[in-house]
């Protein structure tokens, strides 16, 4: 058989799989199986197997939801809160994800957190925000853990406390979390929650601005600039203040002018 007969044969075997599988779903959701609604559901959101549909995903989504499913109630309250085959609902939203946080899943006690944060769907209460950003960054919820430290840094809905936010931010930070480096860095920068270690903020800034963080960059580029945990290096400062200035940051452009009026 000829490689493109091989490639064909793959092709229609796939369609036929999926075709079954969509098909098998299909027929346990009529049932009134709560997995195969939330799978049917994710299958029409995602169009797999079947042409893309919001407003048929948030149906079979409910179906689960009224089962107790918590992966449907998460999934309806995403598509109430982002109005996704919905109308948009804050409050709905709020009330899906709540279920599914009763269930700890981890994403809605992420999502309901920052609702609770941001005064969306509900009265804002930056206590009850903590309390679910804990719950899900015990899980090893990266933006959880995140959240959480920047609670700790600004003291809301908690008392303050810089060890605690270094703790959190560094646990965001081993799982690559960008805007953990950053805030970590500063700290060490600053000596806030953690010794002063210029060499250890130079080390999470250059990570974090890997990653794109403009403000890691500028920070790097000053730090290079002005010798600050590394030897004073005007080439890298210039290269890193260029990089957060293609990305939008004004001052970063002032000190790469500076920095190129000077001769480097």
Known sequence: MSK???SLFAA??????????FNDTQRLANQGNAYAQNNLGYMYYHGEGVRQDYQKAAELYELAAN???ADAQFSLGYMYYHGEGVSQDYQKAAEWYQLAANQGDANAQL????????SEGVRQDYQKAAELYELAA?????????NLGNMYYGGEGVSQDYQKAAELYQLAANQGHAYAKYNLGTMYYGGEGVRQDYQKALELYQLAANQGDVDAQYNLGYMYDNGKGIRQNKAS???WFGKACDNGDQSSCDAYEMLNEDGY
């Not at 229609?12 to 599988?21: C, E, H, K």
């Not at 015990?138 to 995140?146: H, S, V």
């Open 138 to 146: 015990n899980q090893g919820d990266a933006d959880a853990q995140y």
């Open 111 to 118: 999502k309901l957190g920052y609702m609770y944060e941001s």
């Open 12 to 21: 229609l075997l796939s369609v036929s799989v999926v075709a079954s599988d």
């Open 67 to 69: 089962q107790g499913d």
């Open 237 to 239: 400062a210039k290269e």
């Open 4 to 6: 493109l007969s091989l």
